[in-house]
Structures are given as structure tokens and as C-alpha cells.
């Protein structure tokens, strides 16, 4: 799979997450925020922001889980 293709995936998932928790991971991961940064942000505590950046991290996983079994699945066949 392609670098482009990938990177159009990731950005799927990310798009897919709930905005609460997309908000949460862009602040963290792409604007380089600390979680106190991000709840002083969001109006939210800091265990809430935790909370959230930790669903989301689930939900990625779970969907860049499933792109690599078929990249690997792929490869093997």
C-alpha cells in the first residue's frame, strides 16, 4: 500500500472519530498541547481531556488494526 494511500486512511479514521475526542488528539498530537493546555482550551478537566485522547487512541488503533491485517494479508497472498 502506497504512503499516499495510507495517509488517506489515517485521515479517515481521524475523521471518524467524535468530535470531542478528533478535538482532543489534534490538540495533542498535531498542535503538540499538554493535556492542561488542551482542558483550559476545552472547558474540560484534565482527567476528561485524558479520557478522551485515551477513547480516541482506542478507536485509531482499532482502525489502523484492521489496515494492517490487510496490508499483511495482501503481502501473504
Known amino acids: 500500500m502506497a504512503g499516499q494511500e495510507i495517509a488517506v486512511l489515517v485521515d479517515r479514521a481521524i475523521g471518524e472519530l467524535p468530535a470531542e ?13 499538554s493535556f492542561a493546555e488542551i482542558a483550559a482550551q476545552v472547558g474540560s478537566s484534565e482527567p476528561t481531556v485524558k ?9 485509531l ?17
Do not use: C, D, N
Not at 479520557?51 to 478507536?59: F, K, T, V
Open 51 to 59: 479520557s478522551r485522547m485515551r477513547y480516541a487512541l482506542q478507536r
Open 21 to 33: 475526542q478528533r478535538e482532543v488528539f489534534l490538540m495533542r498530537e498535531v498542535m503538540e498541547m
Open 61 to 77: 488503533r482499532t482502525a489502523l488494526g484492521e489496515l494492517h491485517e490487510a496490508s499483511t494479508a495482501g503481502a501473504t497472498a
